[in-house]
């Protein structure tokens, strides 16, 4: 038999956990409404390098995941409404007047304000000619974290 005493100071850690004094509570709750997306996925460039992957290998399921909707379109062309009309229209948002995934290999992303980005693609008739890129994807971070949020041919 083995005498002695163990300190557990776990044991004691959920009973100071419950012992939140009623400012530091509402402080975190403060902080929470003023900073929604305080856990959101706030850094871009990681999740541009996820959906530009996601582009350039039709996973068509995952960049849905990525898109807030309803989808903006281009001056004249219908808004797309959800998942499954997105899925149908695949090909005319990601080939249609940009081929994105030729495109995206090589596109920088900019910034346009502290909550939107955009990637600036060439006609796909032209993909060289990186001076004259007037399809526009657009990004923003949203409560759920960044997002695809609009398609636009800035020459419209």
Same mark, same amino acid.
């Given at each position: 038999?083995?005498?002695?005493?163990?300190?557990? /100071? !776990?044991?004691? $850690?959920?009973? =100071?956990? %419950?012992?939140?004094? /009623?400012?530091? @509570?509402?402080? #975190?709750?403060?902080?929470?409404?003023?900073?929604?997306?305080?856990?959101? !996925? $706030? *850094?871009? =460039?990681?999740? @541009?390098?996820?959906?530009? $992957? $996601?582009?350039? =290998?039709? *996973?068509? #399921?995952?960049?849905?995941?990525?898109?807030?909707?309803?989808?903006?379109?281009?001056?004249?062309?219908?808004?797309?409404?959800?998942?499954?009309?997105?899925? %149908?229209?695949? =090909?005319?948002?990601?080939? #249609?007047?940009? &081929?994105?995934?030729?495109? +995206?290999?090589?596109? !920088?992303?900019?910034?346009?304000?502290?909550?939107?980005?955009?990637?600036?693609?060439?006609?796909? !008739?032209?993909? &060289? *000619? %990186?001076? &004259?890129?007037?399809?526009?994807?657009?990004?923003?971070?949203?409560?759920?974290? @960044? %997002? +695809?949020?609009?398609?636009? &041919?800035?020459?419209?």
């Amino acid at each position: 038999m083995i005498k002695g005493t163990v300190k557990t /100071p !776990e044991l004691n $850690s959920f009973a =100071s956990i %419950r012992v939140i004094s /009623p400012k530091t @509570w509402i402080a #975190g709750v403060l902080i929470l409404l003023v900073f929604p997306n305080a856990f959101a !996925e $706030s *850094d871009f =460039s990681a999740f @541009w390098k996820t959906f530009k $992957s $996601s582009v350039i =290998s039709g *996973d068509k #399921g995952k960049v849905a995941e990525m898109t807030k909707f309803p989808l903006s379109m281009p001056y004249e062309v219908k808004a797309v409404k959800n998942r499954e009309e997105f899925l %149908r229209r695949y =090909s005319e948002i990601f080939k #249609g007047e940009a &081929n994105a995934a030729q495109c +995206f290999a090589k596109a !920088e992303q900019q910034k346009e304000s502290a909550q939107r980005y955009a990637v600036y693609c060439p006609f796909k !008739e032209t993909p &060289n *000619d %990186r001076e &004259n890129a007037p399809i526009r994807f657009m990004f923003e971070l949203t409560k759920a974290g @960044w %997002r +695809f949020v609009g398609l636009d &041919n800035i020459n419209e």
